[in-house]
């Protein structure tokens, strides 16, 4: 299985309003992708979204002025590993362009 995994530097953003974006948006974002069914887990109290597919999975951490991306990929999901990572980072960058 493939893995991606990043550490998006968030300046000037406590983990409250990081987490609040990122569970806010992930059902809008994983449902125009293509992972399939999925299912969100959000982690109020330490700042965390996780999902899973049968198709990926994977973990969204906030913390101050940053968000670390853990996302683990299918065998079937592999070749499309660039896309997912640029899908992920441009969906991050228009989330907190105004930071």
Do not use: C, H
């Not at 530097?9 to 974006?21: C, E, H």
């Not at 999902?51 to 991306?69: H, I, P, R, W, Y």
């Amino acid at each position: 299985m493939a893995s991606y995994s990043k550490n998006f530097q968030v300046p000037g953003k406590m983990a409250d309003s990081i987490y609040a974006s990122i569970a806010g948006d992930i059902d809008r974002f994983l449902s125009k992708s293509s992972i399939g069914n999925y299912e969100v887990k959000r982690d109020d109290s330490a700042k965390k979204v996780s999902f899973k597919s049968s198709m990926a999975s994977g973990t969204l951490s906030a913390k101050d002025e940053q968000l670390q991306v853990d996302i683990s990929l299918s065998l079937l999901a592999t070749p499309f590993k660039g896309k997912i990572e640029e899908g992920v980072t441009k969906w991050l960058s228009k989330t907190f362009a105004n930071s």
